[in-house]
Antibody, heavy 120, light 107 residues
Framework: QVQLQESGPGLVKPSGTVSLTCAVS?????????WTWVRQPPGKGLEWIGE???????NYNPSLKSRVNISVDKSKNQFSLKLSSVTAADTAVYYC?????????????WGQGTLVTVSS | DIQMTQSPSSLSASVGDRVTVTCRAS??????LAWYQQKPGKVPKLLIY???TLESGVPSRFSGSGSGTDFTLTINTLQPEDVATYYC?????????FGGGTKVEIK
C-alpha cells in the first residue's frame, strides 16, 4: 500500500508561492505511476491541479498552468508542487495522490491533505 | 476542455432509500469515469472506476453505469454511513476534471 504525506508551510503571503512536498513510501517514485496534486478550497469541491510521470512528463490544469510547476526528486522519493503568484482564492487543502501508470487509471491513493492559507 | 456537471448538488433521503446521482460530460469520455466518496473531514476514496467497476472492498449497494457523456451512481438501500459528498472524475485524458460534487444527507 502506497503512503503519501504532504508537507510545507501552512501560511503563504499574497503574491507569494505555495511550495509543497509529498513524501512517498511503499513504492518508488520511479515506478510507473502518475504523481498528482488535487486541491479543495474550504467548503468547496475538488480541483485537479496536475501530475507528473516517473519519467518527468507533466500535465497541468489549463486554468493554473501559467503558475504551476510539479517536479520529482528521485533521491528523496518525493515530488513537489510550486504554485506562484497566489491570492486568497488559492487557500485550500492540498492533496497529493497516486494514479497508476498502466493504461488509463483513476486516482487510487491519497495523502491526508495539508491546509494552505493565503493571507497577509 | 471537457466539463463535468453533477446533479443534484445535494439531496436528502431516508435510510433504505435508493439514491441516484448523475454526472454529465460536455464531450464523450468513453467509460473513463470514476466516482469518489468523501466523508466529512476525510480524504476522498475511490468507489467506482471504468464507469461501473466497483473498487475492492466497496459495498455492493453502490453501482455505476453509463458511457460516453452520461453516467449514474446509484446507492441501493442508503445507509447512515453513506453520508458524504460524491464526486465524478473523467480520466480519459488531461485535464482530469472533477464534477462539482453531490452532497448526500439522511432525512
Amino acid at each position: 500500500q502506497v503512503q503519501l504525506q504532504e508537507s510545507g508551510p501552512g501560511l503563504v503571503k499574497p503574491s507569494g508561492t505555495v511550495s509543497l512536498t509529498c513524501a512517498v513510501s511503499g513504492d518508488s517514485i520511479s515506478s510507473s505511476n502518475w504523481w498528482t496534486w488535487v486541491r479543495q478550497p474550504p467548503g468547496k469541491g475538488l480541483e485537479w491541479i496536475g501530475e507528473i510521470s516517473h519519467s518527468g512528463i507533466t500535465n497541468y490544469n489549463p486554468s493554473l498552468k501559467s503558475r504551476v510547476n510539479i517536479s520529482v526528486d528521485k533521491s528523496k522519493n518525493q515530488f513537489s508542487l510550486k504554485l506562484s503568484s497566489v491570492t486568497a482564492a488559492d487557500t485550500a487543502v492540498y492533496y497529493c495522490a497516486r494514479r497508476p501508470g498502466y493504461g488509463l487509471s483513476p486516482i487510487e491513493d491519497w495523502g491526508q491533505g495539508t491546509l494552505v492559507t493565503v493571507s497577509s | 476542455d471537457i466539463q463535468m456537471t453533477q446533479s443534484p448538488s445535494s439531496l436528502s433521503a431516508s435510510v433504505g432509500d435508493r439514491v441516484t446521482v448523475t454526472c454529465r460530460a460536455s464531450q464523450g469520455v468513453n467509460y473513463f469515469l470514476a466516482w469518489y466518496q468523501q466523508k466529512p473531514g476525510k480524504v476522498p476514496k475511490l468507489l467506482i472506476y471504468a464507469a461501473s467497476t466497483l473498487e475492492s472492498g466497496v459495498p455492493s449497494r453502490f453501482s455505476g453505469s453509463g458511457s460516453g457523456t452520461d453516467f449514474t451512481l446509484t446507492i441501493n438501500t442508503l445507509q447512515p454511513e453513506d453520508v458524504a459528498t460524491y464526486y465524478c472524475q473523467k480520466y480519459n485524458s488531461a485535464p482530469f476534471t472533477f464534477g462539482g460534487g453531490t452532497k448526500v444527507e439522511i432525512k
